[in-house]
């Protein structure tokens, strides 16, 4: 199939795409490289250099002709997303409308979107499952959620076929080594530690006292490559079966923050100072999913999402 990658520069895109040209998929990357680089593009893949604010932009790229497309072109900062929700509002639900409207014109109707389990909010009950209710405690998770709204309306009305894939906390890199683009500004605890490390960062633990094995936060890491398999196999999915779907994709066991730490220790050989910080308001003490109607639908599991591989392969990007 004739795919186009929406965001396939950044770090989860550039490993999608890469999934994709190892199932066979003929792949074209769209980017406007505000925070993807060029270091991350395939020289086997055609470039669109474009923006999804400018309708003009997709059209360009759509009328190409395309069979589907993967649409990881978002804001993901929660915090800033509760002081800029306009900037949000503006890119994660106009920029999507704008992509929908113009795969619609040129009739691609295959759609991977990059969801996100902050569509979810608190967890009500561990570990999360597709049916726990969605009621998200930040912008960026809204504007999640409306987007998967909008593709249900979308499937409904146009015929569009969807798969919602809610990411849990992705981390690691390539286990091949040949993405080595490092995430601009990270937000994740991985590739802080990873910065501590080198002596670029202080490392802060927030909040040490929840109700966890060791008092640190559990996550749900997920390795990229693990998701970058999901979305070729949720495309194949919606091909054969005509219909669309929502999953997570998590690990069911999840990591403490904690563990994180010393298995970076362990793995780097570096001492890692970590000061001992408040909670943050909004921070569950525990959030992990299940991966159950993924493997029933998808035949999906982690496969690289055990703490020293998503350390090992981050630190080779870091070190070097």
Not at 198 to 219: A, M, S
Not at 231 to 257: C, F, P, Q, R, W
Not at 294 to 302: I, M, R, V, Y
């Amino acid at each position: 199939m004739k795919v186009l990658v929406i965001g396939g520069a950044g770090y989860i895109g550039s490993h999608v795409t890469k999934e994709m040209m190892k199932a066979g998929h003929k792949v074209t990357v769209f980017d406007n490289l505000s925070s993807g680089l060029r270091c991350n593009l395939f020289p086997q893949n055609d470039f669109i250099y474009g923006n999804i604010l400018i309708p003009a932009d997709l059209d360009a790229a759509f009328e190409q002709g395309f069979d589907a497309f993967v649409h990881l072109a978002a804001f993901k900062a929660a915090g800033e997303s509760m002081e800029k929700p306009e900037k949000y509002s503006v890119n994660n639900i106009t920029g999507t409308l704008n992509i929908m409207n113009s795969a619609m014109k040129y009739n691609c109707k295959k759609m991977i979107f990059s969801s996100s389990a902050a569509t979810f909010g608190e967890p009500q009950y561990l570990p999360m499952d597709e049916a726990h209710p969605q009621n998200p405690i930040n912008y960026y998770g809204f504007t999640k959620l409306k987007i998967e709204e909008f593709m249900t309306w979308y499937d409904q009305l146009k015929g569009l076929k969807f798969a919602a894939l809610r990411y849990f906390n992705a981390a690691g890199y390539d286990p091949d080594g040949e993405i080595r683009g490092l995430e601009q500004n990270p937000q994740n605890l991985l590739p802080r530690i990873m910065e501590a490390a080198l002596g670029q960062r202080e490392l802060k633990v927030f909040g040490t006292d929840y109700d966890t094995r060791d008092g640190t936060c559990i996550r749900d890491y997920i390795h990229v490559t693990d998701l970058a398999r999901a979305h070729v196999m949720a495309l194949d999915y919606i091909t054969k079966n005509g219909e669309s779907l929502k999953l997570n994709l998590g690990t069911e066991t999840g990591t403490t923050v904690k563990e994180l730490i010393d298995a970076s220790r362990r793995i780097t050989g570096k001492e890692i100072p970590a000061q001992d910080g408040p909670r943050r308001p909004g921070d569950p003490a525990s959030l992990y999913a299940t991966y159950k109607m993924a493997k029933e639908k998808l035949g999906w599991e982690p496969k690289y999402s055990d703490v020293d591989t998503l350390v090992k392969t981050t630190w080779e990007v870091y070190k070097n």
